[in-house]
């Protein structure tokens, strides 16, 4: 399926003030806000030479896979994203959902797999991933799931190079069991990309 599809809904940017978690700095908080920012752009129809330089630079699209990147401080930042290609229930109301790999070559832990699910998870919850028959725990809080600080977000990583699809499942506060399919056709090219962008 092309990305193109899978975006029907816009990424409108609000809410996003609010992105943060145990573990998330300032930064990471200021970088998603101009991510989403970018991605509206894209999906509204603009190119990116229409965005101010200050803002993050398209790397290119990879089927169902978006890349860019973006210079925060004097360092390059390469991220890739991609939104769910169907999420149920449908009956529930939530914001942007998206999943998102970031590679900061300066950070002591380089790569991050992160999951923004449109919804407060339930407080001292777990999201499970689904790879094939693999599955993972994510930690989570407020609207983000991520790999737990005893975990490895390059294992996860390489599960999502040889899989097909990504399911993550999680339980918002109110008690809705949440489920989101994401297609990883694109997946390993958009890694490579920014891999070598920011390398």
């Given at each position: ?91 529930v ?21 992160s ?65 989101d ?16 962008s920011?390398?």
């Open positions: 399926m092309a990305f193109s599809k899978i975006c029907s809904v816009k990424f409108t940017g609000v809410g996003l003030e609010k992105i943060s978690r145990i573990g998330y700095s300032p930064f990471m908080s200021r970088f998603l806000v101009r991510i989403i920012f970018a991605f509206s752009l894209v999906m509204a129809g603009f190119t990116p030479a229409l965005a101010q330089q200050k803002e993050p630079r398209a790397l290119g699209t990879f089927n169902d896979w978006l890349a860019y990147s973006w210079i925060e401080n004097g360092h390059k930042v390469c991220y890739m994203l991609s939104r769910p290609t169907k999420s149920l229930p449908t009956n109301n939530r914001g942007d959902i998206y999943l998102m790999v970031t590679f900061r070559p300066q950070s002591k832990s380089k790569e991050e797999v999951h923004v699910t449109g919804y407060p998870y339930k407080k001292n919850s777990t999201a499970e991933v689904e790879i094939g028959n693999k599955k993972y725990t994510l930690a989570t809080d407020k609207d983000v799931a991520w790999v737990p600080e005893n975990q490895s977000d390059e294992t996860l990583i390489k599960a999502m190079k040889r899989g097909a699809k990504l399911v993550i499942r999680g339980r918002s506060e109110r008690g809705t069991l949440t489920t399919t994401y297609s990883l056709q694109g997946f390993t090219a958009a890694h490579r990309q920014i891999r070598k920011c390398t």
